[in-house]
Structures are given as structure tokens and as C-alpha cells.
């Protein structure tokens, strides 16, 4: 439970508890390159510029959730209700040992130090929030600054931002010095065609750099389903076109995660064990599974051991 201290945003979906185990067998050294940690709020409380206050989800629970799917390593991404403050996810850093890796969010005046000490934990990206809902301001300058901060370390930006407003920020993330990673397909409109213009420029801009694209969130960009719930193991068929695309296209830069515990939901909360047997309809061979699950995301977050 959430400290008592924090009212939890009304209509809050809790993360799913009880998930099923896979039929979908994940290969030796699977990674979950897209999962984040909530407090717990009485330890690490949530930041006073948050726009929502979700349920606890602690790092006990995601590695939980973790042995419970036969996922090998986690990539734990800072979730927005903790602003700057990486203190929850360092710490599962810390707990997880090499077995984790971190996307933090920093300000434009971090100092050396402190991004030293990110590195030292396990920190090797930064995430920049575009989606307007869920920020004040438009964070171009701030990433750029970060950008050039970050760079000699090695590390990457995360981006999330939504398709429609990919034409106004293609040219600016294509001059930053670091390699991208796009959060959830850079949220395409599946009700449109997965041949048409829109996504095809999405397409091109990632061929054009050094671009990895996480084809995860089916249960936040779907529109007609079904669901990840009561054993459906063929969930969200409208979301699957424009994910196997981007697997068939860039198999060498495609990285999936569970976006557990899936902030921010509306409609329902999905069953995770029904998430991972989504993985084979998306990536149709078990050597574009494998690309996907252990050879990208260890390329990326742990080149010294990549193969």
C-alpha cells in the first residue's frame, strides 16, 4: 500500500497481482529493457511537481515479477512521479547488482560527480519526457544540455514523445550527440495504416541514426484489443502490425520490456505473464526473439559482457 501520506490519484488501476505463468518460454539471458519502481512512498516519497501519485511497486515486487516470468535482468526506467529524485531506483540498482541497469532524469546542472556516481550504480541513459500531458514545458534545451554531459560517459537519451508530434522534433534529436532509444514506437495511432505515411516516417527517421526502438506498451497503444487478461494469448491485434515492423525492419535495434506497473492506464491493467506471450506474434522467429530479448538490450546496457 501507498503511504497514507499520498492520496492516490482517483481511479488509479493497481498493478496486476496473481500474473499467469507464460506458455512463451524466454530465452536464457531475456532482458526487460522498459519496467520503473514506485516508492515505496514512506521511503522514497514521491516529487511535489509529480502529475499523478500511482500505488507503491516497490523493487521487491518487480523482481518478483521478474523470477516469476523467467526474465534474466531489468533495465529500470525513472518514472516521472519521482522527478530527479533517482533515489528509489538507485537503490534497486544497488539490490539488483549486475543484474539491472538504470534510465535515470537529470537537470541541465547535475554535476560531474553525481553522474559519475549514477555510472558507478548502473546508470546508462537519461529519459526526456515529450509527451505534453505529462510535462510543463517542452524539454529541448534541458536535453540538449544533458546531451553533451552525458555523451563522454557512453551513455543514451530515452525519448517519449507521441507521433503526431514527431515532424516538430525529428531535426532537433537527430543533432544530439548521443545514441536515441524510443519509448513504446514513439506511440503510433494503430487506428491508421502501418504502410502509411505516418509511420513510415517514424520508419525513416530511425534509419536515418543511431536509433533503438522499444516495441513495448501493446495494452497503452491499443485500440480495439482484445486485452492481456483472462488467458488471452492473443492480445492486442491492432498494436501487432506496426510492432513486427519495426522488429522485422531493425532487428538488430528493437528492445522489448513489460512497462510494469504500467502507469497511468485507463482502460485496464494487463496480466504480465499474458505480455510476455505477446513477444512471438511480434517477433516471428526464435532468432529475431533472441536479437530482441538478449542481444539488443545487452549490447546496449551491458556491452562488456555482449557477445
Known sequence: MTDPTFTVTPGWLDWYRGPSRPSFVLPDGAVDAHCHVFGPAAEFPFAPERKYTPVDASQHDLFALRDHLGVSRNVIVQATCHGADNSALVDALHTAGNRARGVVTVRPDVTDGELRRLHD???????????????????????????????????????????????????????????????????????????????????????????????????????????????ERHAYRDVVPFARKVVDEFTDRALWGTDWPHPNLKDHMPDDGLLVDHIPHVATTPEKQRALLVDNPMRLYWPEEAV
Open 121 to 231: 550504480a548502473g546508470v546508462r541513459g537519461v529519459r526526456f519526457n515529450f509527451v505534453r500531458r505529462l510535462v510543463d514545458t517542452v524539454p529541448t534545451e534541458a536535453l540538449e544540455t544533458v546531451a553533451r554531459r552525458i555523451a563522454p560517459l557512453g551513455w543514451h537519451a530515452v525519448l517519449y514523445f507521441e507521433a503526431a508530434d514527431l515532424a516538430d522534433l525529428e531535426g532537433f534529436f537527430a543533432s544530439l550527440p548521443v545514441p536515441l532509444v524510443i519509448d513504446h514506437m514513439g506511440r503510433p495511432d494503430v487506428t491508421r495504416d502501418p504502410d502509411g505515411p505516418e509511420f513510415a516516417r517514424f520508419l525513416r527517421f530511425v534509419e536515418a541514426n543511431d536509433v533503438w526502438v522499444k516495441v513495448s506498451c501493446p495494452e497503452r497503444l491499443t485500440v480495439t484489443g482484445p486485452p492481456a487478461l483472462d488467458g
